[in-house]
């Protein structure tokens, strides 16, 4: 099976502008969860999506925003960007989100976002 | 609130064996999860613990003490490709797939 995969890589936005960053769970997964990693803060949770329903969410203004679509591929968008946005942003999929299997969580390469 | 704590940096030599901490203060959890990273990479699942005691897979074996609040991950015959940071997490009761991480523990192996 293929792993998870984020597009893009890597990102430069400049501040106050909007960014939309995409990904794909193993398929058969339909919980996918998104963090923020940066030096200062480690990985901190910022939503999760389950059955195109978002199930949980972070403490993280509402200038981020995220969606799941029917073939579980997930998109978070952060608007009016600001420089501590700067990060490398990680999703995660499990295949039901529930007891035992969702513990074990499969990250993809992850978005390196850098805020100018 | 939930926290989970680890040391920040462990260095060790290679064939060694070497001991991650996790101590944390959180309600109620399903069980505690270890990663690991390498620099500029994912995340990868090592281990978990859903009751208390010992789980070992290989190299690796992880440890919970849920009276004591405690955990650890125990790394044996450690090899330069070990080198990474190492998380613990919780996934909080009630809260669908979320998880807390504690901030990671850099490893260093040296030859």
């Known amino acids: 099976k293929a792993g998870v995969t984020q597009t893009p890589r890597y990102l430069i936005k400049t501040r106050g502008q909007q960014v939309t960053l995409s990904c794909s769970p193993i398929s058969g997964h339909r919980s996918v969860s998104w963090y923020q990693q940066t030096p200062g803060q480690g990985l901190q949770f910022l939503f999760e999506?389950?059955?195109?329903?978002?199930?949980n969410k972070g403490n993280f203004p509402g200038r981020f925003s995220g969606r799941q679509f029917s073939n579980s591929r997930s998109e978070m968008n952060v608007s009016t960007l600001e420089l501590g946005d700067s990060a490398l942003y990680l999703c995660?999929?499990?295949?039901?989100?529930?007891?035992?299997?969702?513990?074990?969580?499969?990250f993809g390469p992850g978005t390196r976002l850098t805020v100018l | 609130g939930q926290s989970l704590e680890q040391p920040s940096e462990v260095t060790a030599v290679e064939g060694a064996i070497v001991q991650i901490n996790c101590t944390y203060q959180?309600?109620?959890?399903?069980?505690l999860s270890w990663y690991q990273q390498h620099d500029g990479g994912a995340p990868t699942f090592l281990s978990y613990n859903g009751l208390d005691g010992l789980e070992e897979t290989g190299r690796f074996s992880s440890f919970l003490s849920r009276s004591d609040s405690y955990g650890y991950l125990l790394l044996q015959e450690l090899q330069m490709k070990d080198s990474a940071s190492y998380f613990c997490?919780?996934?909080?009761?009630?809260?669908?797939?979320?998880?807390?991480f504690g901030q990671g523990t850099e490893l260093s192996v040296k030859p």
């Open positions: 997490a919780v996934r909080p009761y009630n809260q669908g797939g979320k998880l807390i």
């Open positions: 995660a999929s499990s295949q039901k989100g529930l007891a035992g299997d969702a513990d074990t969580q499969y």
């Open positions: 959180t309600s109620g959890f399903y069980g």
């Open positions: 999506y389950f059955s195109e329903t978002q199930r």
